[in-house]
């Protein structure tokens, strides 16, 4: 059974910080994997996917990563704003269901003036 | 908006009483998936369809809980006989299936639940 662990459940970072926050699992049988942004009382925003046969992948500010034999992801910020404070889950699809999501428990970033 | 919407975005009720969740997905998407999140926990798993087949169900999805997809477009979740227990953000995601945008999901607002 897939089990996801996210670390540090919380963290607060001034402004402008670079930033990385650390998903790891348990079975490396993984089909993708995707990060999510949450903001409180909301739905969650996909933020990236990496397919099983990536290492990383990059959308503006982010850059997330996977190594399957380590069993880590890792989402990385770059210079972070105050609009960035949120709830980030990492999830992922095991290959042999390629359908259902297994979460982290997140982590909750404050980005401070 | 093309997203994933759902209705009613809050939902309070007593003990006991039945409740109905409807998700509407992004039109493209055959795939429909319904999860639950409880305070501090990341979502977890409850059922999916692909077009009207639910083909996997959590065991978490006692009976009280049914869901359908009757015309393989929106979808319905409801729960029976509600316990304090219930209460959770059910959130609903759709996708196209793995052999395309590899099963990337994406998701609706929510439907928070409050049992009282």
């Known amino acids: 059974k897939q089990e996801v662990t996210q670390i540090p459940a919380a963290l607060s970072v001034p402004e402008g910080e670079n930033l990385v926050l650390n998903c790891s699992f348990t079975d490396s049988a993984i089909y993708n994997l995707q990060w999510f942004r949450q903001d409180p009382g909301k739905g969650l925003t996909s933020l990236l996917l990496i397919q099983s046969s990536q290492r990383e992948q990059t959308s503006g500010r982010l850059n997330a990563s996977l190594d399957k034999s380590s069993g ?16 980030y889950l990492c999830a992922f699809i095991n290959t042999g269901t390629a359908s259902k999501l297994t979460f982290g428990t997140g982590t909750r970033l404050q980005v401070t003036l | 908006d093309t997203g994933v919407s759902q209705d009613p975005r809050h939902k309070i009720t007593k003990r006991g009483q039945n409740v109905t969740f409807r998700c509407d997905p992004i039109s493209e998407h055959n795939r429909l998936y319904w999860y639950r999140q409880t305070l501090g926990q990341g979502p977890e798993f409850l059922t999916y369809f692909q077009n009207e087949a639910q083909l996997e169900k959590s065991r978490l999805l006692s009976d009280r809980f049914s869901a359908e997809r009757p015309k393989g477009s929106f979808s319905t979740l409801e729960i029976q006989r509600t316990e304090q227990g219930d209460s959770a953000m059910y959130l609903c995601a759709s996708s196209f299936p793995p052999d395309r945008n590899h099963n990337e999901q994406f998701f609706g607002p929510g439907t928070r639940l409050t049992v009282l």
């Open chain 1, 72 to 87: 880590r992801s890792t989402l990385y910020i770059a210079a972070s704003q105050p609009g960035d404070s949120a709830t």
